[in-house]
């Protein structure tokens, strides 16, 4: 705990603040907030994973469709996600199934676990979202831990804005159908 928050938390909020003018450029009607994961309950053994989230709520960011940037053991995923049952998920589910999505991108069901998936099965979450009051649905980019080790800070920072690029349709037409 004591090296995610010495190490990794200074870089989300260096990371998320490059994010947000990014956001911000091209939402300029939006106003954006910056959430990093602070693992309050957790005293000594890490969790499995960690993150920060940038969403339109300043009091947290599960209440709708939010960009988040998670970092696991083996992989660091960068993703438009719509978490936890927030208002509006069939609306959502239905709004992002009309979103033409790169190849190059790729889906979760839960941001509890690791595991990611071909866009093949973008339909098939896209339904679970609408259908299963308990589901979640990310779409994003992968990057392994050896990518990872070969990417320089600016290389990857320049993958991660064209991602964002790449799912910024699908955020502003997630943001249209808020209830």
Known sequence: MVAIRAEIQPIFQEIGEKILVELQKAMP????Y???????????YAPESTWCAIST????????????????????????????????????????????????LQVSKSHLTSEIFDLSELTNFLTRLQTVKQSEFEVGR???????????EKQFLSDLTDTMGKLIPAYKACLEVRP
């Open 142 to 152: 992968a990057w392994s831990e050896e990518k990872m080790l070969t990417l320089s």
């Open 57 to 104: 709520q300043k009091r947290g960011y599960k209440m709708e469709p939010c960009l988040v940037l998670a970092i696991w053991r083996h992989q660091v995923f960068f993703s438009l996600s719509i978490l936890d049952q927030p208002k509006g998920q069939v609306a959502y589910g239905q709004s992002l199934a009309v979103v033409k999505f790169d190849k190059g």
């Open 29 to 32: 009607r939006e106003t954006f």
């Open 34 to 44: 910056l959430h990093i994961a602070q693992h309050r309950r957790r005293t000594t």
